[in-house]
Each structure stands twice: as structure tokens, then as C-alpha cells.
Antibody, heavy 123, light 110 residues
Framework: QVQLQESGPGLVKPSQTLSLTCTVS??????????CGWTRQPAGTGLEWIGRLHTSVHSSGITSYNPSLKSRVTISVDTSKNEFSLKLTSVTAADTAVYYC???????????WGQGTLVTVSS | QSALTQPASVSGSPGQSITISCTGT?????????VSWYQQHPGKAPKLMIYDVSNRPPGVSNRLSGSKSGNTASLTISGLQAEDEADYYC??????????FGGGTKLTVL
């Protein structure tokens, strides 16, 4: 059974860097051909795709990011820990949202999702 | 990239059928098969219901079906049940090698 769990600070100050980690169990993200990614959802609004990264040791580093966030976003993977991470720099109140991690087992469909973690940007 | 366009809300009575539309452009929906639909209940993570326009993952009810015509994709739910009440989001691959979501549609089962 594939499970994902987001972790990280729930409160980040404006202008600082938001850092989240997604721990994966039930599947090895390094041995399969997976993309791992992040999506966020501000309160009461819709889903916003952040980006994704390929986790295979043969294709590591292949990334795609939302153009509106690209200058501030980095997604990385630590295959030894079976986890991947999100860093979003220079945050503002507009970055306050529930952040979800997900795995794409094929194509552009997120088959597995974490439960989501609320990150609030406030001083 | 602009969000795909979905109606804010749709409703139907139990047993009826409803269709949710998702309109994009030739650079996203119209150009690729990578259209998906997600169901999201309040406080929960999205759940994949349809992928590649019309395919259902294992375990998803066959009351749900997806289709596409031109730049518009559609999700149809037949035999509405109370458990179908949720928010539904479409997504599509884009020519910029990115993903874009629709604004979401709230389905109310009357």
C-alpha cells in the first residue's frame, strides 16, 4: 500500500524559505519510473500545480515547474531515504496554503497523494 | 498559464446524471490525451477518478466516464449518489511541459 506523508514547519515568516518533505512508503521511488510532485491549495480555492521531478537514478533531475513559481521553486529527491522535498523561497502571505505531495506512476496523473499539510506565512 | 474553465457548481438529484465541463485551449486539452479528473471531499486529498481523458483507475465506479471534444473535456456521473457530492477538478498537460488545473466544480446532490 503506497502512502505519502508531508512534514515541515506549519508557520513560515514572510521573505523566508518554505521547506517541506514527503516521505514515501510502500514503493521505492528510485527503482520504479516515477515522477514526484507538489500541488497546493489556498483555503477555499482550487488546486495549483507546483511542479514535479523524475526520481529514477537514470533520469534524475528531470523537472518541470509552474511558470508562475519557477523562479522560487526547487523540488529534489533523496532516494536513500525514499523521500522528496519542496523548497519555495521568498514567501509571502499568498503562499499560505495546504501543500500536497503526490506520485505520478504514469503520464501526468497523480495516482497517490499525501494527506496535505497547512503552511501559513505570517510574521 | 491560465486555469482551465469549469462551472463553479452543478447539482442533480439521486439517480440522475450530471456532466461537468472543462474548457481549455489547443495548447492543453485540445492537443493532448493527458486530461485527468479528481474528486475532493472537504478536508481530504484529491483522488484520481479519470485519467488520459476516459480511463478509470482500479476501484473507481463505472458510473463515472470521461470524454473530450476539441478543447473541452467532460466528466459524466450517472446514477448520482449522495457519496458523489464533492468538488471535482480537471487537469491537463500543456505544450509548455507543465500541468494546469481547472478552477473546480462543486457537485451538490439534492
Amino acid at each position: 500500500q503506497v502512502q505519502l506523508q508531508e512534514s515541515g514547519p506549519g508557520l513560515v515568516k514572510p521573505s523566508q524559505t518554505l521547506s517541506l518533505t514527503c516521505t514515501v512508503s510502500g514503493v521505492s521511488i528510485s527503482t520504479g519510473s516515477y515522477y514526484c510532485g507538489w500541488t497546493r491549495q489556498p483555503a477555499g480555492t482550487g488546486l495549483e500545480w507546483i511542479g514535479r521531478l523524475h526520481t529514477s537514478v537514470h533520469s534524475s533531475g528531470i523537472t518541470s515547474y509552474n511558470p508562475s513559481l519557477k523562479s522560487r521553486v526547487t523540488i529534489s529527491v533523496d532516494t536513500s531515504k525514499n523521500e522528496f522535498s519542496l523548497k519555495l523561497t521568498s514567501v509571502t502571505a499568498a503562499d499560505t496554503a495546504v501543500y500536497y505531495c503526490s506520485i505520478y506512476s504514469s503520464g501526468w496523473n497523480s495516482d497517490y497523494w499525501g494527506q496535505g499539510t497547512l503552511v501559513t506565512v505570517s510574521s | 498559464q491560465s486555469a482551465l474553465t469549469q462551472p463553479a457548481s452543478v447539482s442533480g438529484s439521486p439517480g440522475q446524471s450530471i456532466t461537468i465541463s472543462c474548457t481549455g485551449t489547443s495548447s492543453d486539452i485540445g492537443g493532448y490525451i493527458y486530461v485527468s479528473w479528481y474528486q475532493q471531499h472537504p478536508g481530504k486529498a484529491p483522488k484520481l477518478m479519470i485519467y488520459d481523458v476516459s480511463n478509470r483507475p482500479p476501484g473507481v465506479s463505472n458510473r463515472l466516464s470521461g470524454s473530450k471534444s476539441g478543447n473541452t473535456a467532460s466528466l459524466t456521473i450517472s446514477g448520482l449518489q449522495a457519496e458523489d457530492e464533492a468538488d471535482y477538478y480537471c487537469s491537463s498537460y500543456t505544450s509548455s511541459n507543465t500541468l494546469v488545473f481547472g478552477g473546480g466544480t462543486k457537485l451538490t446532490v439534492l
